[in-house]
């Protein structure tokens, strides 16, 4: 695992990494947490909307999609960074 962390809002198709941390509150971080983005859980970049919102993620297995104003809430610890 590498020691470099961003905001999942600034991962790449492709890109892999861990949770760290999050920094929403309220009934958004409610929200993320019940879709399973908690610390510790694998996620995959893995499209981007045409128009650049929303995303989508393969977090526990399945597909998510998520707006890029929720992914900058995301703090995640780089483990496969894709080189484009």
Known sequence: MSDISKTLKDFVTGEKGSVIS???TGAVRRRLLDMGI????DIV??????LGDPIE???RGYQLSIRKAEAE????SVSN????
């Open 22 to 24: 999050l920094s929403a």
């Open 38 to 41: 908690t610390p510790g859980a």
């Open 45 to 50: 970049m893995r499209k981007v909307a045409p």
């Open 57 to 59: 993620l393969t977090v």
């Open 73 to 76: 809430n995301i703090l995640m």
């Open 81 to 84: 960074e894709v080189k484009l």
